[in-house]
C-alpha cells in the first residue's frame, strides 16, 4: 500500500513540474510576442509621417509596455526566470 502511495506521490510531483514547465513557456512565449510587437511599433513610428499615426503608435506603444509589465510580474510571481 505505501509503495502505490510513494508512486501516486511521483506522479502528482511528476504533473506538478509539467504544469510549471507549460506555464514557463507560455510566459516565455508571450513575451517574445510583446517584444516583437514593440519592434514593429516603433518601426511604424519611426517611419510615419502624420500626426495622427504617429499618436496612435505611440499609444500602442504603451499598451503594449503595459502588457510586457504585466508579464514580468505574473512571470515572477510563478517563480519564473526569464532572461533576455
Known sequence: MNAI???LKGKSSNEKNILKNTK??????EIREICAQIKCTDM???MEDD???IEASIYQREAL???YRYLLRQ???NDVSIKC
Open 5 to 7: 502511495k510513494e508512486i
Open 24 to 29: 514557463k513557456l507560455r510566459f516565455l512565449n
Open 44 to 46: 511604424w513610428f519611426e
Open 51 to 53: 500626426d495622427d499615426l
Open 65 to 67: 509596455n503595459a502588457r
Open 75 to 77: 512571470a515572477k510571481k
